[in-house]
Structure formats: structure tokens, C-alpha cells
């Protein structure tokens, strides 16, 4: 019998309970929101056949997050990693990243811009066996949107177009934070953005694996914040986005 005919599909792996998906959420100030964004998490019902774990990296938080995660690191299923001094999204991903024990990787923002019950819907490519990597979309059929700020969706799509062009994908939304990665595949990559560079620098690299991905796009709901409410990544992040995209393409 050859490797080919003894391989588990995703499918047949679902059906049989063997596929285990990752949460890992970076957390910095949220105290706000983090009780019901883990509760949210928590209560997805997972298409039958997917188990979870969720990782927590708080990224030196000092508004009162860390008393609540004590809590909620009690939970089920729940794993809290403390990092004493703030590194950014990117630093609080590579340490979750490196304790993940998911056959898939999916990232969750701790605020409530996301909801948690799209991750069935990013699944989904997944368990049919026609994706190894799932990216969100604010920007194609989904949910509901929240309008916000004119110049961010001018960026992003800027962004979007440099890395497509650069990678000869054709995604919509790079800087989404809903991405599921084949752990496999993650670890085939070395990580160094330490803030939101993150995001165009995964997406490059994976891209550019050899053989290369299939990249699948869900349609998801999105609530974004404003500055007063907690929103964090400003217009000196788009440029250093621009940068990575340059420097990950021609000089890494």
C-alpha cells in the first residue's frame, strides 16, 4: 500500500476526532474585554470532529488584565503565558506559536473586533481537505461591518494589492487577524516581526514555501474599534507594513 493510500484526509480526520485546532490570542490591556472574549471563544461550536485549545500570551499588560487571566488560566482547555515586558503582537504570536500542539493554528484578536463564531466558517475549507491556510476577509461576503475610518480601508487595501503583486496571490484583506495556518507549515518559517509587521510577513513567507499552499478566503463579520475604545495599530504601522513587504520580498 503506497504513503498516498494510507494518508488521513482532513475529512476522513474530522470524522474520526483527530483534528485539533489552536487558538492562541496576544493579549496587551484588555481588561476590559477579555472575560467575554474568552467566555465567546469558549462557546464556538466547533464543526463535530474538532477539539481546541486556547493559548493566551498577555503581553506585559498593567491595567488589571493579568488578575482576571489568573481565573480564566484555571479554565479547561486554557493555557496562560505571562511575558513581563511588552514585545508586541508579533513577540506574544512566537511564543504562543511555539507551545501550539494544533494540527491548525488560528490567530484571535482579545478585543471584540472579531467574532468568534466565524472560526466554523474558516474551518470549513479546512475539514473538506482544499486548504492548508484559511485567511478572513472584511472586505467580501460575510457579516456585518462596522464603518469606521476612511484612510485605514485605503491602507489595507494598498497593502493588499503590494502583496499580492509580490506573491501572485489574489487575497483581499492581508492585514486581517483571522488567519489559520497548518501548524506544519508554521513551523517551516522563521518569524521576526515583533508588532503588527506580523502580518504581511507571515503571509509572505508562507507564500513563498515550496510547494506552495493553497490559500482559501472566508467572508467574516467585523466591529471595529475607535482610538477612544482601545484601538491600537496607527499609520506608522501601515509604513512598517510597506517595509516588511520590501524587505521580506527582495532581502530576506
Known sequence: MTDTQTQTTPVQAAAKGLISLTIVMPVYNEVRYIDEIVERVLAVNLPEGVTRELIIVDDGSKDGTRDKLARIGQ???VRVILHEQNTGKGGALHTAFAQAKGDYVLVQDADLEYSPSDIPRLL??????NAEVVFGSRFISGGSRRVLYFWHS??????TLMTDVLT????SDME??????????LQKLTLREKRFGFEPEVTLKLARLRPKP?????????????????????LKDGFRALWCLLRYAFFD
Open 75 to 77: 479554565l479547561p482547555g
Open 124 to 129: 470549513e475549507p479546512v475539514i473538506s481537505g
Open 154 to 159: 485605503v491602507i489595507n487595501k494598498y497593502l
Open 168 to 171: 501572485n496571490l489574489n487575497l
Open 176 to 185: 486581517v487577524c483571522y488567519k489559520l495556518i497548518k501548524r506544519d507549515l
Open 214 to 234: 493553497r490559500f482559501f478566503e472566508v467572508g467574516i463579520s467585523y466591529a471595529g474599534r475607535t482610538y477612544a475604545e482601545g484601538k491600537k495599530i496607527g
